[in-house]
């Protein structure tokens, strides 16, 4: 399988566990991050490893319409017309504190790197999945679903609120073709970022539970399964 993961690019992070976990399954992993040295670093490591799997790594602007054509002309060209796969994990977080206070730039920020970076990389690989009845997943919040705590954050829980209804006007279109679209709402995720911000104490999603379950998406086990936003809680032991 051929499977594309955004914003896999730093180390400690979400995507360097969701590419390791999907290489671990036998995909062939292109990783994109904005800085193209970031990128080919991860997949040299993934190669590494072993596992008779191919890593390759790809510089992009994601929110970028001009860069994300590039990146996807220069995919045909190295890999062919078809991708099983593609997860949407570029994005990010950030407190916009109460509304009435709170920085419109931000919200333009929110949804340019959480929403218009989704979009663009799906427009622009829509083709190829179609021709592999290929999966797409996303990446939405814990925050955006009923009984969450969503204080402080309205321009990151409208951004993804967005993302969500983004996945499913793709799964409604693309369902004829046999593409299937879901999206993850994990809560906060053990990452180097937030640990370094929250402390280790906090009850966090662990991001090898996140590799599993964006595994699952992209499997053939997951079939039956589109237009849905499945949560992500931390474990308790």
């Keep these: 399988m051929l499977t594309l993961v955004t914003g896999a690019g730093a180390k400690g992070q979400v995507g360097e566990a969701v590419a390791r976990t999907l ?41 970028s319409d001009s860069d994300v054509g590039r990146l996807a002309a220069r995919i045909r060209e190295e890999h062919g017309d078809r991708l099983d796969a593609l997860v949407n994990l570029a994005g990010g977080f950030a407190l916009s504190g109460p509304l009435a206070e709170s920085d419109p730039a931000l919200l333009a920020r929110m949804f340019e790197i959480n929403v218009r970076t989704a979009y663009l990389t799906t427009r622009a690989f829509l083709p190829a999945l ?7 997943v996303y990446f939405a919040s814990d925050a955006v679903l009923e009984g969450s705590r ?28 046999g593409v299937r679209a879901n999206a993850l709402a994990p809560g906060a995720i053990r990452t180097t970022a937030n640990v370094a911000g929250m402390g280790d104490q906090v009850a966090y999603v662990e991001r090898e539970n996140v ?4 595994a699952w998406l992209c499997s053939p086990d997951s079939a039956a399964v589109t237009g849905q936003v499945i949560r992500l809680r931390p474990v308790t032991r």
């Design 211 to 214: 590799g599993e379950a964006v």
């Design 23 to 63: 290489a671990a399954r036998g995909h062939d992993v292109l990783i994109v991050a904005r800085r193209e040295a970031d990128a080919v670093a991860r997949a040299a490591e993934l190669a590494a490893e072993g596992g008779g799997h191919e890593a390759h790594g790809y510089g992009c602007d994601l929110a």
């Design 130 to 136: 179609r021709q592999a009845r290929g999966s797409v």
């Design 150 to 177: 969503a204080t402080s954050i309205a321009a990151y829980v409208a951004a993804k609120s967005a993302v969500v209804a983004l996945m499913r006007s793709v799964a409604d279109e693309a369902a004829g073709d």
